[in-house]
């Protein structure tokens, strides 16, 4: 399964602004996490919004081949 991860702000510091990466299984969401803590040292903090192919996405959400995951920091703003 290949996806491809776009990151912004602070997390585009551990990440750059797009990675590609390969797995053998399907993951869910939160998984994927995991993944990039221990192997880019993603920051816990801020949580991230994750976004799947233009949509917010729930931790236990399966993540499908070719699908785009965003990662971005909470925002406010008014």
Excluded at 46 to 58: C, M, R
Aim: aromatic share 8%; charged share 25%.
């Amino acid at each position: 399964m290949r996806i491809t991860i776009r990151s912004y702000s602070i997390f585009s510091d551990f990440l750059g602004n797009e990675v590609r990466i390969e797995l053998d299984e399907s993951i869910t969401v939160g998984e994927l996490l995991d993944y990039l803590k221990n192997t880019y040292s993603l920051p816990s903090k801020p949580e991230p919004i994750v976004l799947i192919n233009g949509e917010i996405a729930s931790l236990d959400q399966q993540l499908r081949d070719g699908d785009t995951v965003y990662i971005v920091p909470p925002f406010s703003g008014g």
